[in-house]
């Protein structure tokens, strides 16, 4: 194995990739958020409903979502190339990466969230509806802040897997870190930066998770 | 106050069809602790969830203060929800919020504003005795604790009705009698019709008015307290009472010990100013009459006093005949026991 040189390491090029991948996750983490939300409240809903029509069309919400999450990302992205030119104007760059991005992690978000809801006590649902709350504010008042840590760490696992995914999108052309690691390590043996470009993602997740683990504490009550 | 008509719940369909209650009818007034013992299974929490909806009955007519809810739509009902409080057994709070938001959250549902929520919260800390912990979470307070907030959370939309299910059955004897008491004061301050489900006997022993006996999905007795209380006519009532006193095993010993020919073993009850009064004493002093006491109790049921002796009259047969007319003709209750 050569030694290794960081002396030729471009750090202009470290960081502008450094920034690029944070703001491919923050985008993408926001939108995801945006998205999936909603659709694992609406999972929530409709999976427990008693209307025979509501349970199908669950059924095929879930469904959708399930196939969503089974195509590995790196399909994903390929397959919505038409996708997300329509929608953003281009396939590539930090901008191309994003609609793939939240279209793979939005519906695995939502599972995470409509487990989350699930583990809310009945009871404390039930004690709401007796004192006459509509189902929105079932949802606001009781769901969203009974299921607060459970949420919480759901984003936090969706934001560590957007880490990965944006490190998959290097490989269209996204840019980042991924794509620094893979330009230089893979295509053109410069270990270096390889090196370099995984640690800091290294960084980057162990600081999102245990961001992610202080506030889940902060917000348990049980 | 409260009218359920033919009211039937069945769960489930076709071969798993489970009938929790059937064609029953009850009929509670405006500002009594109504009571309703029944053992596990006998459709207890159904009938009280299906006082508000939570449980949709399959068939009959749930009429409270003159509207009938099973006809109302969703946000009829939202409403009608809103003056029909509830308390349960595991008392149901949301954790993530503090025992001020847990009492303020009634409020909130309905608009209320920011100063209004401030007094009636304070005030209901005041009544239920949790001033001090306005800012805890639920996790960090007691059983007993929890209860008051659930019901000082279940007045906070002043109702008119407040639903019990099973609410002292989580919390020890102290405890249980406290949250009675708490009960019973603001049924009296506020005139606030309770309905309260239980298996223990004495909890509708303390503070309820009148009992129904639930079995099998079916109200098999009702009736004033005292009136189920002291003669009890089905056998499960029996089964609950005497769970409550003691066994009556030393009671038929003492019955069936030796004792003369000419003698008799009777049950007298006493109740309300009666019982302290020297009527037992009096009879004998003209009939002559003697007696041995096997048994005896004296307590209340709510506020009204009972007593119970169990006594062996002995002496010529008509004196003690005359002894049982003339107590019966003071008001008192005789039963024959051999
Ligand atoms: N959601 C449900 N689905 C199916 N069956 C049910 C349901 N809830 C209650 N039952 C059945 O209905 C009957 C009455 O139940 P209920 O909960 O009213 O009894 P209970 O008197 O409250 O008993 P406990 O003292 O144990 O709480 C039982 O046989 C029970 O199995
Ligand atoms: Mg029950």
Not at chain 2, 52 to 73: A, F, M, Q, S
Not at chain 2, 157 to 175: K, M, R
Request: aromatic residues 6%; neutral net charge.
């Amino acid at each position: 194995m050569a030694s290794l040189n960081f002396s030729t390491v471009n750090w202009d090029e470290m960081l502008q990739a450094t920034f690029d991948t944070l703001k491919m996750l923050g985008s993408s983490a926001i939108f995801t958020i945006i998205l999936g939300l909603p659709l694992g409240i609406v999972l929530y809903l409709w999976g427990r409903s008693s209307q025979p029509v509501v349970g199908v069309i669950y059924s095929v919400l879930s469904f959708l979502v399930n196939i969503l999450r089974s195509v590995p990302f790196i399909i994903l992205m390929v397959a919505l190339i038409p996708f997300t030119k329509s929608i953003v104007g281009t396939s590539i760059g930090v901008l191309g990466t994003i609609p793939p991005l939240v279209v793979g992690a939005a519906p695995f978000f939502a599972r995470l969230v409509e487990t989350a809801l699930r583990e809310v006590d009945r009871g404390v649902i039930e004690a709401a509806q007796g004192m006459g709350a509509s189902t929105t504010q079932i949802v606001t008042r009781v769901l969203l802040p009974e299921a607060r840590p459970g949420l919480l760490s759901g984003v936090t696992i969706t934001v560590v897997t957007l880490v990965a995914y944006t490190a998959m999108s290097g490989m269209v052309g996204g840019g980042g870190l991924g794509d620094l690691a893979i330009r230089y390590g893979y295509y053109r043996y410069e270990k270096e930066v390889m090196i370099i470009s995984v640690a800091l993602m290294v960084l980057l997740v162990q600081l999102l998770q245990m961001a992610g683990d202080r506030l889940v504490k902060h917000f348990s009550r049980k | 106050m409260i009218e359920l008509k033919g009211l039937t719940k069945v769960y489930g369909k076709g071969k798993k069809a489970a009938t929790a209650l059937s064609q029953l009818n009850l009929s509670i007034k405006k500002g009594e602790i109504f009571g309703v013992i029944g053992h596990s299974g006998a459709g207890k929490s159904t009938l009280i969830r299906c006082i508000n909806l939570l449980e949709r009955p399959t068939k009959g007519e749930v009429w409270v203060d003159g509207i009938d809810l099973t006809k109302l739509t969703q946000g009829q009902l939202q409403q009608k929800r809103r003056k029909i409080g509830m308390i349960f057994q595991h008392f149901n709070l949301l954790s993530s919020a503090t025992v001020f938001d847990n009492i303020a959250f009634p409020l909130r549902l309905t608009g209320a504003s920011q100063e209004s929520i401030q007094s009636k919260v304070r005030e209901l800390l005041k009544l239920v005795g949790l001033e001090d912990h306005w800012n805890k979470y639920p996790a960090q307070l007691s059983g007993g604790q929890k209860q008051r907030v659930g019901v000082a959370r279940a007045l906070a939309s002043d109702p008119d009705v407040l639903l019990c299910d099973e609410a002292t059955s989580a919390l020890d004897p102290q405890t249980t009698d406290s949250i009675l008491r708490l009960l019973l004061d603001i049924n009296q301050r506020f005139n606030l019709t309770i309905v309260l489900i239980t298996h223990e006997m004495h909890v509708i022993q303390s503070i309820c008015d009148r009992v129904a006996v639930i079995h099998g999905g079916g109200i098999v007795e009702q009736g004033d307290v005292t009136e189920v209380f002291l003669k009890p006519k089905h056998e499960i009532t029996r089964e609950f009472i005497r769970s409550e006193t003691q066994n009556d095993g030393p009671l038929r010993a003492a019955i069936n010990a030796p004792h003369p020919e000419s003698s008799k073993a009777v049950k007298i009850t006493f109740l309300g100013q009666k019982t302290y009064e020297s009527t037992l004493s009096n009879v004998v002093k003209e009939t002559g009459v003697i007696f041995a006491i096997l048994q005896g109790t004296i307590s209340t049921i709510k506020d009204v006093p009972y007593g119970q002796l169990i006594v062996r009259f002995e002496g010529p047969s008509e004196a003690i005949q005359e002894t049982i007319s003339k107590l019966l003709a003071e008001g008192l209750d005789v039963e024959v026991m051999d």
